[in-house]
C-alpha cells in the first residue's frame, strides 16, 4: 500500500539536472511524446516562449492571476505517452495548486482552483509540460507572488482526485490519499483505492444549514468508497481489453473512450462543469473508479508463467440493495449488472508488443503485437422486465410480483438493444431460475421472460436471433437427476463456440504440426481471434447460481485461452488440478464481492455446494449468510440505497425533472448497426497493430530505470501463485535496469 508523505518544502526538491533531463533520471521518450523547451532556455527570471504564450496559459496569465470566468477548465492535449501518477497539493487562503508529475519526476502539469467563491467551482488547467527544473522556477515565482496570503503553504501528496460534491452549500473535493496495487496488464498498474479524504474547496466554507449538511456528508460516506474502488492511470478499466486494443478499427457507435457505464464518479466527475467547461474524459488529474471486483494470479506451468486476471465491472445504471432494484428500468438498465472479463496472459514481455524486425526502407524499429494476451467476457444482470419485491412484510423471501404487463416488452428491447451495440452478436441467455415451485415464486417470472425473448426474436433476422437456454439449475441439483457441472460445461463450449474469445495472435505453429493429418477437423488458426457477441446469465438475484454457472464458464474458457496460448496440449481442464482451483478460489472472491455490493452477505451456494463436494463447515456458514442476508435486507438497505442514489447523483423521484425515454418501434425495436458484426477481424487487426505503434509507451510507468529497489517490493513477483515453496524466499536488493 502507498500511503503519501507530506513534503515540508515549498516547492519540488528536484536533483541537479544532467545534459539529458533536468530531474536527473533518465526516461525513454518516444517519438509521440511532447516537446519540451529546451533546458538551456530556461534561467530563474527567463521562462522559454511557449511558456509564456496566451495558448499555454501559464505562469503570470494562468496561475498567479486571479480567474476572470466563473468556470474555465481547459482542455489538455491528448497525449498518450505521458501518464501522470502522483500528485502535490499546495494551499492557500485564495488557491489550491495541484502539480501532477509521471513516474520518474521527469514531467509535470499544473491546474489552480480557486477558493475566493463558494458557489461556482473554477478550475483552470495549464496546457504546458514542465520539466523538473522549470516547475521548481515555477513554484519559487508562485511563493513569492503568493506571500500576502499564505504563500503555498504545505504541500501534501496525493493520488488522484475523485471528483466534486456539493450538498447545501459549497463544493467539496474528493482526493485519493492511498492506494495499493492489484494487479498489471501490459505494463499498466490497476490500483485499489484504500483511503479518500473530503476537502472543501471554499476557504470560507459558511453552511446556512449545517445539520443538514452533516446529515448529507454522512449519507454520502456510507459508500464506503476504500473497498472494491479501482482506477489505473494509463489503462481504461472501464473496457474491455478487446476493446482498449481494437478501438479505432470499430463502428463510430462503439468507438466510447471511456464507457461511463461503469465510472461510479461518473456524477462527481462532471456535475462541478457545464458542458463547454467540462475536463476531458481522460484528463490527467481526475481519475475514473470502477466500482466491482479485481483480482490477479499467477499460473506456473513448467517454468512458463501466465497471469490470470479476473475483473467485474459494476454498472451504474439501475444500481442499488437487493430488494430495492429488481428487474429493469424504463431506460432498459437492469439490477445487479456486471461485466466479468478474464484475462489470462503470458508475460514474455512487459507492454502489449514484440519488437518488429527492421525491414522498412528508413531502417526504423517498428512493433508488432504481442501474441499472449487473450481475454474472455461474459454478463449477469436481473431479468429485464419490470418486477418487485415489497419488503415491508418481515419474511426472509418476499412474494414476487409483476405489477406492470408490458405486451411489446420496450424495457427488454432498450436492454438487449444496448447489449448489441456493446458486444455485438450472437447473444445467448442462460436463464437458470426454478421450474416447478409448491408456490409459483421465480416460476411467474420464467414464464414472462421465456414469452419476452420468444416475442423480441421474432422481429430479429434469422441469423441474429438470441439463443435462449431455460434450466432450471437448483432442481437439478436437489434430484440429482442430472450432472450440475456437466450440463453447464456443455453450455459453456457451445457458447465459446459461437461468440469465440480475444486472443491478439495466431494459434501456436505447434499445433499445425501436431494436427497436420486431420486439418479439417482442426483447422489451424493464422490470424488474431475476436469476441463478438456475449452470454447472459441470470438467476433470480444473480448471485449464487450464477456465480457457479459463470465460474464453469470461465473454466471451460481458461482452457481455451491456455490452449491458443501454446501452454497446454487440450482445452479440456481437469478439475483437480492447480489451475482450475486457483480459479476457483478466484470465482469465490469474485462472487462473494458482488454478493456483498448487492445483499450485505457473502455467497450461501459455492461452486463446492453445485459439484456435491461441500466443506464441513458449510452448512451452518450457510445458514450464517442467510441471517445476516435477512438482516441486511430489512433494516439496511433503505439507508443503503439513500447513499447510492446521492452518490451517483439519482434524483428522488419526487423532484426528478427526467422526461420518460421516447416509444421504440414495437417491431422493429432495434438498430441495424447494432446487428452489424461488433468486432470486424481485419479493422481489428489493423487497429490492433496501429495501437502498439502508436499507443504502447503506457508502459514507462512501470519502467523504473536505475530504482534502487528489492524483488519483495514488485507486485509481480509477490503476486497470488500456484507455486508452492518452502519457507520463505529473501530478497535481496538490486538495481533495476529494465
Known amino acids: 500500500m502507498e500511503t503519501p508523505t507530506t513534503a515540508t518544502t515549498m516547492h519540488l526538491q528536484i536533483?541537479?539536472?544532467s545534459s539529458t533531463d533536468s530531474s536527473g533520471t533518465v526516461t525513454p521518450i518516444s517519438q509521440h511524446s511532447a516537446v519540451l523547451p529546451s533546458e538551456a532556455a530556461v534561467s530563474t527570471h527567463e521562462y522559454p516562449a511557449s511558456l509564456q504564450s496566451k495558448d499555454a496559459q501559464s505562469l503570470s496569465a494562468t496561475l498567479a492571476a486571479p480567474p476572470t470566468s466563473s468556470k474555465a477548465a481547459l482542455s489538455r492535449p491528448d497525449d498518450h505517452s505521458l501518464a501522470f501518477?502522483?500528485?502535490?497539493?499546495?494551499?492557500?487562503?485564495l488557491r489550491f495548486y495541484v502539480v501532477a508529475s509521471n513516474t520518474s519526476d521527469s514531467r509535470h502539469r499544473i491546474i489552480k482552483i480557486d477558493r475566493t467563491s463558494q458557489d461556482e467551482l473554477t478550475v483552470v488547467e495549464d496546457e504546458?509540460?514542465?520539466?523538473?527544473?522549470?516547475?521548481?522556477?515555477?513554484?519559487?515565482m508562485l511563493e513569492d507572488g503568493n506571500k500576502g496570503c499564505g504563500g503555498l503553504g504545505r504541500a501534501r501528496v496525493f493520488f488522484g482526485v475523485a471528483g466534486f460534491i456539493k450538498f447545501t452549500a459549497g463544493w467539496y473535493m474528493i482526493l485519493i490519499s492511498k492506494r495499493s496495487v492489484v494487479a498489471l496488464l501490459g505494463g499498466h498498474y490497476v490500483y485499489h483505492c484504500e483511503s479518500t479524504d473530503i476537502m472543501p474547496v471554499a476557504f470560507n466554507h459558511k453552511i446556512d444549514k449545517p445539520a443538514e449538511e452533516q446529515r448529507l456528508m454522512n449519507i454520502f460516506k456510507q459508500v464506503d468508497m476504500t473497498k472494491n474502488f479501482?482506477?489505473?492511470?494509463?489503462?481504461?478499466?472501464?473496457s474491455t481489453l478487446q476493446h482498449n486494443l481494437t478501438r479505432s478499427g470499430l463502428a463510430p457507435c462503439r468507438q466510447w473512450s471511456m464507457n461511463d457505464r461503469f465510472a461510479w464518479n461518473h456524477h462527481l466527475l462532471t456535475t462541478a462543469f457545464d458542458e463547454t467547461s467540462m475536463p476531458s474524459a481522460k484528463s490527467h488529474w481526475l481519475v475514473p473508479l470502477m466500482h466491482g471486483h479485481v483480482d490477479q494470479a499467477k499460473l506456473t506451468v513448467l517454468g512458463r508463467v501466465v497471469f490470470v486476471t479476473l475483473i467485474a465491472r459494476r454498472s451504474r445504471h439501475h444500481a442499488g440493495a437487493r430488494y430495492l432494484k429488481r428487474g429493469a428500468n424504463d431506460e432498459g438498465n437492469v439490477a445487479n449488472e456486471v461485466e466479468t472479463e478474464q484475462i489470462v496472459s503470458e508475460t514474455l514481455t512487459t507492454p502489449f508488443y514484440f519488437p518488429a524486425p527492421k525491414d522498412g526502407a528508413d531502417g526504423k524499429q517498428n512493433r508488432r503485437p504481442s501474441p499472449n494476451y487473450t481475454s474472455y467476457v461474459q454478463y449477469r444482470g436481473s431479468i429485464p422486465i419490470y418486477w418487485t419485491q415489497e419488503v415491508t412484510s418481515m419474511v426472509p423471501k418476499p412474494p414476487i410480483e409483476i405489477p406492470v404487463m408490458d405486451p411489446f416488452y420496450t424495457a427488454a428491447a432498450r436492454h438487449f438493444d444496448d447489449l448489441f451495440k456493446r458486444y455485438g452478436c450472437p447473444i445467448m441467455i442462460l436463464n437458470l431460475i426454478k421450474k416447478r415451485e409448491p408456490v409459483p415464486r421465480e416460476s411467474k417470472l420464467l414464464e414472462e421472460y421465456t414469452q419476452c425473448v420468444r416475442y423480441l426474436n421474432q422481429f430479429l433476422p434469422p441469423e441474429n436471433k438470441m439463443i435462449y437456454r431455460a434450466w432450471d439449475m437448483a432442481r437439478a441439483y436437489k434430484e440429482k437427476t442430472q450432472d450440475v457441472i456437466s450440463y453447464l460445461e456443455d453450455s459453456a463450449e457451445e457458447s465459446i463456440q459461437m461468440t469465440g474469445f480475444f486472443h491478439t495472435g495466431p494459434e501456436p505453429f505447434s499445433h499445425y504440426l501436431l494436427n497436420e493429418d486431420d486439418a479439417d477437423e482442426y483447422p489451424w488458426r493464422s490470424?488474431?481471434?475476436?469476441?463478438?457477441?456475449?452470454?447472459?446469465?441470470?438467476?433470480?438475484?444473480?448471485?449464487?447460481?450464477?456465480?457457479?454457472?459463470?465460474?464453469?464458464?470461465g473454466k471451460r474458457a481458461l482452457g481455451h485461452q491456455l490452449y491458443a496460448l501454446g501452454v497446454v496440449d487440450t482445452p479440456n481442464l481437469a478439475f483437480d488440478s492447480d489451475a482450475v482451483n486457483m480459479l476457483t478460489e478466484m470465482y469465490h472472491d469474485h462472487g462473494d464481492s458482488l454478493a456483498l455490493q448487492y445483499t450485505g452477505s457473502a455467497l450461501v451456494n459455492r461452486v463446492e455446494t453445485y459439484r456435491r463436494m461441500p466443506h464441513w463447515n458449510s452448512h451452518s456458514r450457510d445458514i450464517i449468510e442467510n441471517l445476516r442476508r435477512f438482516y441486511a435486507n430489512s433494516l439496511l438497505d433503505a439507508d443503503k440505497q439513500t447513499a447510492i442514489n446521492l452518490f451517483l447523483g439519482v434524483p428522488a423521484e419526487k423532484t426528478s425533472t427526467r422526461t420518460p425515454p421516447q416509444r421504440g418501434n414495437y417491431q422493429k425495436w432495434f438498430k441495424d448497426e447494432h446487428l452489424e458484426i461488433a468486432y470486424p477481424l481485419d479493422d481489428c487487426e489493423q487497429a490492433l497493430l496501429h495501437y502498439v505503434n502508436t499507443r504502447g509507451d503506457y508502459w514507462i510507468e512501470y519502467y523504473r530505470p536505475l530504482l534502487f529497489t528489492s524483488l519483495g517490493k514488485h507486485f509481480a513477483f509477490?503476486?497470488?501463485?500456484?507455486?508452492?515453496l518452502p519457507g520463505c524466499v529473501r530478497s535481496i536488493p538490486f538495481i533495476e535496469l529494465a
Open 15 to 17: 536533483p541537479q539536472a
Open 85 to 93: 501518477n502522483k500528485f502535490i497539493l499546495y494551499e492557500n487562503r
Open 128 to 140: 504546458a509540460i514542465y520539466s523538473g527544473k522549470q516547475m521548481s522556477e515555477m513554484l519559487k
Open 230 to 238: 479501482y482506477f489505473s492511470y494509463t489503462y481504461d478499466l472501464t
Open 527 to 553: 490470424t488474431m481471434s475476436v469476441q463478438n457477441g456475449i452470454c447472459r446469465t441470470n438467476c433470480v438475484d444473480c448471485l449464487d447460481r450464477t456465480n457457479a454457472a459463470q465460474f464453469v464458464f
Open 718 to 724: 509477490s503476486m497470488n501463485s500456484t507455486l508452492k
